[in-house]
Structure formats: structure tokens, C-alpha cells
């Protein structure tokens, strides 16, 4: 493979700050890779790339131009290289692959496939086409119309996935999942310990599996879905409230039942975690709003102190997640359907 | 009591940073003091053979295909040759993450070391190059897929599962050292919370070893504990 080096030590000794553009030539996909720093990502309508990058004076910023794409990385004369963010334009159709250790990476207006790789940031995503895969261990994950295969892995993130389509596979052993507004013809989640929601339409033949152990599982129906819903919980409960009526099901096996023809499959399986069906705009249907998560604290009564001192030490984590039910008078006002109750 | 050299220090010095009257002031020191003379020595003989190291090692692409080939896995299309490159970087000390000074102190360069020699074996190799959402072996239990879900996982406890996920977790305990505190406890929670969800299915399944229901959720959870070790061992080997 032919590489011409491109700007290679820019600004090496003369200050912190990098800024060139050039043209793209024959190059369909941008690779950056950064140890510690941001990289935020824009697009345009010219056959041109241009970076921009904040850095120390021991590092430089290198750019290797081959046939098909440019690669973009901080390095320093030895060692590693500080902190670097960047901030790229790029055509807008060009391919993505973006991977920043400690630092957040954002995307706007995408209009390739995007393969992003963080392992402490948040990730935000707004476009993307083809194949848009996100790996992360901690931060939040937000995708927003992207169209294509979509997979999310991620160790402790939050994964929120809305104005979407095509295919959407996400996991996480801790973070919540949300799709919201999600056209999707196949989907398949699951969260170890925190909650599953959907919210949007059902294909015709499409599958569509949520799983969680631990957490809820909140599935939001249209009134014209058609599907088979085969729901399963070892511990937890089922309940849907489509019929009109609320309808609960015993956990430890399997209930299926079918609404308006029956053509999408719908799964959903929990350990010990609640398995809601909810008519959409019904009561609780409302998707969860993102909080922000650091480290997860503990709730630790063994620092409770009984001296004179009052050096206490509570470390809490709430994970709320009530269903209120609602008045007469409210349902009568607002809803047509009986509102879920527990 | 003379005031010892500091690490960063030491390290200003390897990379020609320091000033002719600095230069000048740790060499009188070093002449003076053993415990700075060793320090220093040791750090520059590490710093040297870090530096003789290739820059990058790459899996070749049909590793993987061999080795699937082998165990019998299925999973979701690859998306692109990036997931079989492995980069070995000279390693850093761990600032925190906001601090723009990186230096690398001598325990971290041992761990380091002994990390790079444990990447090198076959196995794990496999795993950091896995597809995301590989489902791993075993043909022990055959688990027909209920539905239309794709992907859906057959049983992870087959031997070459638990091989990998032995590695791994030898790695990551390993590499500790170079993690940031916050990574090295979120990965830790992670793992905990995976393996409590475990550790519940296997007591359900062993009251009722023939539902189809625990076993797919036993692979699909185990099958993420290898995703987050994977991630995890990644995350030591970008630091090295």
C-alpha cells in the first residue's frame, strides 16, 4: 500500500494549534485515533478534509493518506502523545471509524457507515447510513437518525437510540436501553442490570427481541401493530394493558398471544425484572428521561457511624421506576384506554 | 535527607525535554544517589526495548475465519477489517484523564511488559479479534432458538469458552495498573452485576436443567461478560 504522509509534525514546536484542509482525492473513510481528548466530527459538500486540533507542544498531529482513506492520529516525538481534540470536516458521505480512549466523540450529520470505539466519553451520533457500530465502557451512547444495521456493545453506558431504522442490536451489562421513535425491521437488546424501553413501530415479518435480568422491560404498542408477543420472566411479572383491560400474567413460563394479525414477532424475557405491554399513549408509556451516570454509588449502610462523631457515609443509587394509576377522572379525561396499575 | 528524583522527572530526561543546567543537575544527582541511579537505569533499559517493539501487530483476517471455522461460531456480519487490527503502543502512567502530563512509571512499564507477552497467545487473539455478538462454542447443550430473533446464542459453556474467559480475565488482572481508577471500577461493576446474573441462573438451572428459557439466558449473559472482558482487555492493551 502507497501512503504519502500529509502534514506530518505540523505545529510541532511553534505553538498548539493545528489547521489544514486538503483535498480528498480518491479517500472514502476518515480513520482518527487519539488516546486522551475529543473528537468531533462535521460534514460538508466539498471534496475536501479539513482538521483542526488543540494539543500540547510535545505533540503533533500525523496524516496518512492512502487510496482509500486518511488516517489522522496524535503522536509525540516519544512516549505517548497528551491530549489532543479534534475537530474534522469531512464530505458528507464519507465512511467513519473514530476511536478516542478518554475523550467524547460526536457526529453530525453523517451520511457514511461510522464505527465508533470510546472507552470513557459520551458518543453522539446524529445521522449515519450502512453500518453504524458503537463500542463503549462507560458514558452515554445517543444515536439519532441513523439509518442502517446499528449495533451498540457497551459495559456501563446508557444507549439511546431515536428517529431511527433498519436493524438495532444493543447490549449492556448496566446502562438503560431506550428506543424511541424507532422504525426498525429487526431488533435485539438486552441489559443485565438496567431497563429496556421501546417505543415505535412493529414491520411486518420483523423480529424484535428485549431482554434484561434484573431491570424492566417496557414495550410501548402502536394501535395498528400486527404482531405475536411471546413474553417470559423466570421471577418478575407481565402485564399489558392492549386488551383495555389490564392483563397480568404469573412469571415462570411462557405466554404468548397475538394482536392485529399477527405478522411482527415480539420477545421479551426477564430473570426477575417486569415485563410491561402498554397501549401507546397510555399511562407509563412515556419513554424514561436520560440521567446522567457517573460511577455507580452503593448503597453502603456499613459506614453508618453510631459515635458522637457524625462522619456518616451514604452512598445511594435509586432506580425509580413507579406506576401511578391514575383517577377515574383522569382516565376519563385523557385516556380511552384502562390505565396499567399495580 | 536529599529529595529523590521524581518519575516525571526521569522521563523529562528520556525524551530530551530537559534544559543543558537540568540535564546537568539529575546527572550530578543520579552520581550521588543509588536509589535514583537504579531507578533511572531501569527506566531507560525498559524505555529502550519498549521502543525496539513494532509499532503495530495486526491479526491476519482469515485468523478468525480459521478459528470459527474450528469452534463452530455464528454471529452477526463483521463490519470491517479495523476489528482485526490490534495496536501495541509504548505503554503511559495514568494521569487522570483531563491532565494533559502523561508519564509512565517503572511498575507500570512491568505490568505492561507482562500484559504484551500475554496478548501474544493465540487464544486471546481470537478473542479481542471476535466479532461483535460472536456467539461462542459449545456444542454440549444445542439450544434451538425460539422465534425469529436473530443471533440468538447457543450455549457458551463449552470448553474453549471458558479458556477465553480464563485469559482474559488473567489480563485484565494484569494490566490492572494501567487502567484510570473510574475505568478499572466501572469494568469491575460491570463484571460483578454479569456475574451475579450468573450465578442466579445456574442455581435456577440447577433445580430445572432442561428449561430452554434459563440456558438462553445463561449464553446471552455470558455471552455479554465476554464482550465486556474483551473490551476491558482492549482498553489495558491501548495503554501499553
Known amino acids: 500500500m502507497n501512503s504519502v504522509i500529509i502534514g506530518a509534525m505540523l505545529a510541532l514546536s511553534m505553538g498548539q494549534q493545528t489547521d489544514t484542509t486538503f483535498a480528498v482525492g480518491s479517500s472514502e473513510l476518515l480513520r482518527v485515533e487519539t488516546m486522551g481528548g475529543s473528537i468531533t466530527v462535521g460534514v460538508w459538500d466539498r471534496d475536501e478534509v479539513r482538521v483542526q486540533a488543540e494539543h500540547s507542544r510535545r505533540t503533533y498531529i500525523s496524516i496518512d493518506r492512502s487510496r482509500h482513506s486518511i488516517r489522522v492520529e496524535s503522536e509525540a516525538r516519544r512516549g505517548p502523545a497528551n491530549l489532543v481534540d479534534f475537530r474534522i470536516t469531512v464530505p458528507r458521505t464519507f465512511a467513519l471509524d473514530l476511536e478516542a480512549q478518554y475523550g467524547d466523540i460526536t457526529i453530525d450529520g453523517a451520511e457514511g457507515a461510522i464505527e465508533v470505539e470510546t472507552l470513557q466519553g459520551d458518543v453522539s451520533i446524529i445521522g449515519g447510513r450502512g453500518t453504524i457500530r458503537v463500542s463503549a465502557t462507560m458514558g452515554t451512547i445517543l444515536i439519532d437518525g441513523a439509518e442502517g444495521q446499528i449495533d451498540i456493545e457497551s459495559s456501563m453506558a446508557d444507549i ?32 443485565t442490570g438496567g431497563r429496556v424501553y421501546y417505543s415505535g413501530t412493529f414491520e411486518p415479518n420483523g423480529t424484535y427481541f428485549f431482554g434484561a435480568h434484573g431491570g424492566s422491560i417496557t414495550i410501548v404498542v402502536p394501535d395498528d401493530a400486527s404482531a405475536v408477543f411471546n413474553l417470559a420472566t423466570v421471577h418478575g411479572s407481565i402485564s399489558s394493558n392492549l386488551s383495555g383491560e389490564v392483563e397480568s400474567f404469573r412469571g415462570g413460563r411462557r405466554h404468548e398471544f397475538e394482536i392485529g394479525g399477527g405478522s ?10 417486569r415485563i410491561r405491554i402498554l397501549r401507546r ?11 446522567r451516570r457517573g460511577v455507580r454509588q452503593r448503597d453502603d449502610m456499613a459506614h453508618f457511624d453510631l459515635d458522637d462523631k457524625h462522619d456518616f457515609d451514604f452512598d445511594f443509587d435509586f432506580d425509580l421506576d413507579f406506576d401511578f394509576g391514575a383517577t377515574l377522572e383522569t382516565a376519563a379525561c385523557n385516556y380511552s384506554s384502562v390505565p396499567l396499575v399495580y | 535527607m536529599t529529595e529523590h528524583v521524581s518519575m516525571a522527572r526521569m522521563n523529562d530526561a528520556l525524551d530530551a525535554l530537559l534544559t543543558a543546567a537540568e540535564t546537568d543537575a539529575l546527572e550530578s544527582h543520579i552520581l550521588r544517589c543509588s536509589v535514583c541511579r537504579d531507578d533511572y537505569a531501569r527506566l531507560s533499559e525498559t524505555v529502550t526495548a519498549l521502543r525496539g517493539l513494532a509499532r503495530s ?14 469452534i463452530g461460531t455464528e454471529g452477526r456480519a463483521k463490519t470491517g477489517a479495523a476489528d482485526a487490527d490490534v495496536v501495541l503502543r509504548l505503554p503511559t502512567g495514568m494521569a487522570p484523564p483531563r491532565s494533559r502530563r502523561l508519564f509512565f512509571s517503572v511498575p507500570q512499564l512491568a505490568a505492561a511488559a507482562v500484559v504484551v507477552s500475554m496478548l ?16 461462542f ?8 432458538p425460539l422465534g425469529g430473533a436473530a443471533a440468538r446464542a447457543v ?55 432442561n428449561s430452554d428459557l434459563l440456558l438462553r439466558m445463561l449464553a446471552n449473559q455470558e455471552r455479554t461478560k465476554l464482550g465486556v472482558l474483551r473490551r476491558a482487555v482492549a482498553a489495558v492493551q491501548a495503554q501499553i
Not at chain 1, 431504522?165 to 431488533?187: D, F, K, Q, R
Not at chain 1, 411482527?264 to 425484572?273: D, F, Q, S
Not at chain 1, 399513549?281 to 440521567?291: F, H, I, K, L, N
Not at chain 2, 475505568?183 to 450468573?198: D, K, Q
Open chain 1, 160 to 191: 439511546r437510540v431515536v428517529n431511527s431504522s433498519g436493524e438495532i442490536y444493543a447490549e449492556t451489562a448496566a446502562g438503560t436501553i431506550v428506543l424511541e421513535n424507532v422504525t426498525p425491521t429487526a431488533v435485539d437488546v438486552g441489559s
Open chain 1, 281 to 291: 399513549g397510555s399511562e407509563g408509556s412515556s419513554a424514561p428521561t436520560q440521567r
Open chain 1, 264 to 273: 411482527a414477532l415480539i420477545e421479551a424475557e426477564t430473570y426477575g425484572g
Open chain 2, 57 to 70: 501487530a495486526t491479526v491476519p483476517d482469515e485468523a478468525w475465519a480459521g478459528i470459527a471455522a474450528r
Open chain 2, 137 to 144: 462454542p459449545a456444542a454440549e447443550v444445542a439450544l434451538e
Open chain 2, 120 to 135: 501474544s497467545a493465540g487464544t486471546v487473539w481470537m478473542a479481542l479479534g471476535a466479532p461483535a455478538g460472536a456467539d
Open chain 2, 155 to 209: 450455549s457458551t459453556r463449552g470448553a474453549r469458552y471458558v479458556e477465553v474467559v480464563v485469559e482474559l480475565e488473567q489480563i485484565l488482572e494484569e494490566g490492572r495498573a494501567v487502567l484510570a481508577p473510574e475505568t478499572l471500577v466501572t469494568i469491575e461493576e460491570s463484571l460483578t452485576i454479569l456475574e451475579a446474573a450468573i450465578e442466579e441462573i445456574r442455581s435456577a438451572l440447577a433445580r430445572d436443567p
